[in-house]
């Protein structure tokens, strides 16, 4: 590895000691926790929580009390930590159908271009590189395992093995360098391991978060006398305000997230209360490193504070916003403006609230206070001048157009989500049924729920699944094109289309190449979608195309994605024609990603038993 421990060097001076131009900078380590509370860290002031190593590094750095982030979903609050700009600015305003604009400046592009390495292990398929974060990153590797699929297809990997892959290529990077790492863990579902299930028997997500702390504890044990930085993207409503995770709200539950900063340069203990941001972050460290000019960021250095010159910070508010009601339900969006402690959220019912005296935000004071209009009106006049409807790079719109598709738009609904969040337990009780195999329960809550809300995409989507699941392939079609016509751009839909289609072609083999058809489309909006290219394959296996089907899963390795379900059907297609050299070969990928797959692992060893040595 290109950097070796400070030897003999006094740890306060470490801690104490300015950044000189005529030293080498440091290496730096950007530490991203998502959906990850403030309150439920220990150094935050939860006395039943678990984190020793973040509550470390606090007291021998600066602990930021009251960080706020921008949007309560991972790639817009990533982003705006990344370039210093709110959402409306960067355009990555939402984790599906955006992405970070071309053009506009990231933090790992000024790294490399003051001569730092860059190296960057996400944990989530979330931030691949379709989002564009990738910019500037000599190593970005987005490779994720996936997890138990009747999870809502959630992909991620967790903190151990984000872990070791950190540690695999960490001898390739030169000093001094730049590493980016981001957890997952805490996110839905929230499914701690052993021992931290049992020691939090109640608490699951609380159990995650102990997970990834010790887990950050090894990874600072091997880059030691690095400036670090450990920020939170959002955090999780746990129920309040009728949210049970994030996406819909911008109450602090999910907009108040950890931002701590500890290393050479940075004041040891110091406690910062003036409010802050992630849009903070970039204008921080370039001004810290002298990576430099900072250009036309939304947020300012931390620099002052860091240095107790509280008379130098100036705060002129934190924007905040959430499309994600409008794109996903059919509600209205939200934006949102916080000045020291009031925020005001702009809603059909906008919302007014003194952090400093109801900190649960429970009692709404209406835009009659004093300030609360010229907030509520900044924050109109500013998004008058934004278009809010997803803009897909210059491929994605060519390919669209040649299907005759056109993008949805976002925020035309007026349903307040204040209203809309009492429909989701209807939502939440259907799927729950579906993955207990009464998807017939689910049936009639989805239709009456859409009968009342008839842009509710995700409604819509598990209606699909339950017809699916009692099949009844013509009614998930229709379903399914129903989605579609509302929202064609969405891969996730023509997923769900392309699944109904090769249910109906049972019966109707006509279906087979309009499914065929539609799992394409989802793969050039998608390229790195797991679950396609593996009931894409399932549907060509079923044809008898075995050769079509081997060539498909191999376009999957030159998309970048990894998957232990991917190698083992190719290790059997390889069976197939008779290739136990290549199907050997795939089980080892396929037990590599997934060492817990007993069938996996008994196939290998038979395989083994029968072929001789190479």
Excluded at 168 to 181: S, T
Excluded at 583 to 612: C, H, M, S
């Amino acid at each position: 590895m290109g950097f070796r421990a400070l030897v003999g060097v006094p740890l306060l001076l470490l801690c104490f000691a300015p950044l000189r131009a005529e030293t080498r900078p440091p290496n730096v380590v950007l530490i991203t926790l998502d959906t990850t509370r403030a309150d439920h860290l220990g150094c935050y002031g939860d006395a039943d929580a678990s984190t020793p190593t973040l509550d470390a590094l606090a007291s021998r750095g600066a602990l930021f009390l009251a960080a706020q982030s921008p949007a309560p979903l991972t790639v817009p609050a990533h982003a705006s930590l990344m370039t210093g700009l709110v959402p409306r600015r960067h355009g990555a305003r939402d984790n599906a159908l955006y992405s970070l604009r071309d053009g506009v400046p990231v933090l790992a592009e000024r790294f490399a271009a003051r001569g730092y390495d860059t190296a960057a292990f996400v944990s989530s398929l979330v931030l691949d590189r379709r989002a564009g974060l990738g910019r500037g990153f000599r190593i970005y590797d987005d490779g994720v395992r996936v997890g138990r699929r009747e999870a809502f297809n959630y992909e991620e990997r967790a903190a151990s093995q984000t872990n070791a892959a950190v540690l695999e290529r960490l001898d390739e990077l030169e000093e001094p360098f730049f590493l980016w790492v981001h957890y997952f863990d805490p996110h839905l579902p929230y499914v701690p391991p052993p021992p931290y299930d049992s020691r939090f028997a109640g608490r699951p997500y609380d159990g995650e978060i102990a997970f990834m702390d010790a887990a950050i504890g090894r990874l600072l044990e091997h880059v030691p006398g690095s400036l670090v930085v450990v920020a939170g993207d959002h955090g999780e409503s746990l129920g309040d305000h009728g949210e049970t995770s994030h996406g819909v709200f911008l109450y602090q539950s999910t907009q108040r997230v950890p931002l701590i900063v500890a290393g050479p340069g940075v004041p040891e203990g110091r406690v910062v209360e003036r409010r802050v941001g992630l849009v903070d972050v970039m204008p921080t460290l370039v001004d810290l490193l002298k990576l430099g000019s900072d250009g036309d960021p939304d947020g300012r250095s931390l620099v002052p504070l860091l240095r107790g010159k509280n008379k130098k910070w100036r705060e002129t508010g934190y924007e905040m916003e959430t499309l994600f009601p409008s794109l996903a339900y059919d509600w209205a969006p939200l934006r949102g403006l916080v000045r020291g402690d009031m925020v005001t959220i702009d809603a059909p019912r906008p919302e007014v609230y003194d952090l400093k005296t109801d900190p649960a935000q429970a009692r709404n004071l209406g835009t009659g206070r004093p300030g609360a209009r010229e907030m509520l009106d900044t924050l109109r006049r500013r998004s008058a001048v934004t278009r809010d409807s997803p803009v897909p790079d210059a491929e994605r719109r060519m390919k669209l157009a040649a299907l005759g598709y056109a993008s949805g738009a976002a925020g035309d609904a007026s349903l307040d989500p204040k209203d809309g969040i009492k429909l989701l337990h209807v939502l939440d009780q259907a799927r729950a049924s579906i993955q207990r195999g009464q998807a017939r329960d689910a049936i009639k809550p989805l239709q009456d729920l859409l009968t009342d809300n008839p842009g509710n995409l995700q409604a819509r989507l598990a209606l699909v699944s339950a017809h699916l699941a009692v099949r009844s392939p013509v009614a998930a079609v229709s379903t399914a094109r129903e989605a579609l016509r509302r929202h064609p751009g969405d891969d996730l839909v023509h997923f769900n289309l392309a699944n109904a289609l090769a249910a109906e072609s049972a019966t109707r083999p006509a279906a087979r190449g309009e499914a065929e058809e539609h799992y394409e489309h989802t793969l050039r909006l998608n390229p790195r979608r797991a679950d396609a290219y593996l009931n894409y394959a399932s549907l060509l296996v079923a044809a008898g195309r075995h050769r079509a089907a081997a060539e498909l899963l191999a376009r999957a390795d030159s998309a970048g994605v990894e998957d232990p379900d991917i190698y083992t059907e190719r290790a059997v297609l390889a069976l197939l024609r008779e290739d136990r050299s290549a199907a050997i070969d795939w089980f080892e990928k396929a037990l590599g990603l997934n060492p817990y797959a007993a069938d996996v692992a008994e196939a290998l060893r038979r395989l083994r038993a029968q072929t001789p040595l190479r």
